[in-house]
């Protein structure tokens, strides 16, 4: 089973912008996905990203966040820009068992906290 960690979360001012980064333990062929999860909210999707490039992001955060990934690195990047208040919270990534319901295998990891700042 594939470990993955996440990074680069913090507080930022809104407008501002942040890279979180997802380590993942081994090469993997499967879709991933970035969510997140406000406190009193349940995880929410974010933006997914399949092995050959296909990209889905919430309607929340398209046109502000970017998601890619570096297979020959074993990582999965979000770039976040334009940052809202709202987007606080701690996001997490996941590889994804249906691409087309973004359904996330599961077994979350202890995220990265964003803040955002008004």
């Known amino acids: 089973e594939v470990q993955l960690v996440e990074s680069g979360g913090g507080t930022v001012q809104a407008g501002g912008s942040l890279r979180l980064a997802c380590a993942a333990s081994e090469f993997t062929l499967y879709a991933m996905g970035w969510f997140r999860q406000a406190p009193g909210v349940e995880r929410e999707f974010v933006a997914g990203a399949t092995y050959s490039g296909d990209t889905h992001y919430a309607d929340s955060v398209k046109g502000r966040f970017t998601i890619s990934r570096d297979d020959a690195r074993n990582t999965m990047y979000l770039e976040m820009r334009s940052l809202r208040p709202e987007d606080t919270a701690v996001y997490y990534c996941?590889?994804?068992?249906?691409?087309?319901?973004?359904?996330?295998?599961?077994?979350w990891g202890r995220g990265t906290q964003v803040t955002v700042s008004s």
């Open positions: 996941d590889t994804l068992v249906s691409w087309l319901n973004h359904t996330p295998r599961g077994s």
